[in-house]
């Protein structure tokens, strides 16, 4: 069964500071990794969709890359900014074609 | 424009009653799906169709079922079978089964308590 493991579970850190969160899954075996923002008592905001056969895709002040065999995906925030505040969510999309999700990265920037 | 809609956004529930929480997409997507979100925790899926009037169970469906008439339309209804029924429920949806590169889209989500 498909785990992911999110790294660290939570961040504060000062405005301006380039950030990496961290994302493992146990199975390699998987068609794509999708980043997620949620703000606290909203749903989940679509960031960055890697298909298996990409290395890293960016958007914006976001990037994130792939290691499939290795069973690793970073997201790089550059220079973070307080919205930048949320909890970051990464899900992978195996044999079942459903998303399974790690627990999740809180970020606080603070000004 | 399209999307999500899940509603209502609060709800509660005394105990022994069912409540049913809707979630209705106009993205024409067949898959849609049902998670649980504690605190602290990640998303844990509680049902998922890939078409309709088919549906099959995720990890933790004991006392919830759900119904899948329209295409559009996935209602999860919490039964008084389901304990600790508290909780933040997001239902997903992306393009069918067999199109593996595609992102789920999230409504915004309904906060059930018991009171």
Known sequence: KQ???????????PEGEN??????FTDSAIYNLQWFRQ?????????????????????????ASLDKSSGRST????????????????????????????????????? | DGGITQSPKYLFRKEGQN??????QNLNHDAMYWYRQDPGQGLRLIYYSQIVNDFQ????????SVSREKKE???????????????????????????????AFFGQG???TVV
């Open chain 1, 3 to 13: 785990e992911v493991t999110q790294i660290p579970a939570a961040l504060s850190v």
């Open chain 1, 75 to 111: 997201l790089y925030i550059a220079a973070s900014q307080p919205g930048d505040s949320a909890t970051y969510l990464c899900a992978v999309k195996g044999g079942s074609y459903i998303p399974t999700f790690g627990r999740g990265t809180s970020l606080i920037v603070h000004p």
């Open chain 2, 19 to 24: 409540v049913t929480l809707s979630c209705e």
């Open chain 1, 39 to 63: 703000d606290p008592g909203k749903g989940l905001t679509s960031l960055l969709l890697i298909q298996s056969s990409q290395r890293e895709q960016t958007s914006g002040r976001l990037n």
């Open chain 2, 73 to 103: 339309s996935f209602p999860l209804t919490v039964t008084s079978a389901q304990k600790n029924p508290t909780a933040f429920y997001l239902c997903a949806s992306s393009i069918p089964l067999g199109q593996s590169n595609t992102e």
């Open chain 1, 19 to 24: 950030l990496v969160l961290n994302c493992s």
């Open chain 2, 57 to 64: 169970k995720g990890d933790i469906a004991e006392g919830y």
């Open chain 2, 110 to 112: 309904t906060r059930l």
